[in-house]
């Protein structure tokens, strides 16, 4: 990961987020392999399946009640960032009485607040930062399947430089990578 970003100039880039979802282990991987990262965000769909998880434990697997809550804490996240998520969890969990729901409760407050810095979707939307890797994940996928059309036999080196083109392309640098590539044959 450091290797492909120092490829690519990473440390000198206006701006250095990643979006990715909210395990352990992919955060401190990101904190060591990349510690120029100005934000990392958490993949908001990635929330949401925590978020569904505890509705529907406290209140009906797929319930109206589930899905009103659900609806008002992503909500709540959404518009005005972590800490009023937090409350309200907070204010739920004082309202149940099942062990196995506070449990639940307890264990998405706790996945929250280990993530706020993460989770401020209210500032990122105003600097208009992506906050799902969906739109990525799916593009690698078009990209690999590319590589496996019927008949199609790639080397690594080949199908490494086919892919980064095909990148280039859809992320709209083709003609600024062709411009700047014959500034230097020049």
């Keep these: 990961m450091r290797r492909e970003a120092a490829k690519l ?5 206006d701006e250095k987020i990643s979006v990715s979802d909210g395990a352990e282990w992919i955060r401190k991987q990101l904190q060591v392999r990349l510690p120029m990262l100005d934000t990392m965000i958490l993949d908001y769909y ?22 009103l809550w659900r609806k008002e804490l992503l909500g709540l996240v ?5 800490a009023a998520m937090l409350v309200r969890i907070h204010e739920t969990r004082r309202l149940l009485r099942s062990p196995t729901k506070r449990e639940e409760l307890r264990k998405l407050e706790r996945y929250v607040a280990k993530r ?3 989770l401020d979707y209210p500032t990122f939307r105003e600097a208009g930062f992506d906050l799902g890797s969906g739109p990525t994940e799916a593009f690698c996928k078009t990209l690999t399947a590319r590589l496996k059309g019927s008949g199609m ?5 080949n199908a490494e430089g086919i892919m980064a083109l095909a990148a280039m392309d859809q ?4 003609q600024s990578y062709w411009n700047l590539q014959n500034a230097f044959a020049a």
Excluded at 9 to 13: E, L
Excluded at 171 to 174: F, N, T
Aim: proline fraction near 5%.
């Design 116 to 118: 706020v810095d993460m």
């Design 78 to 82: 959404w518009d005005e960032g972590p």
């Design 171 to 174: 992320s709209g640098q083709w």
């Design 46 to 67: 990635h929330l949401t399946e925590h978020v569904a998880k505890a509705a529907n434990t406290c209140f009906g697997q797929s319930s109206e009640k589930a899905k």
């Design 9 to 13: 100039k990473f440390a000198q880039a």
């Design 153 to 157: 036999r790639w080397d690594s080196p």
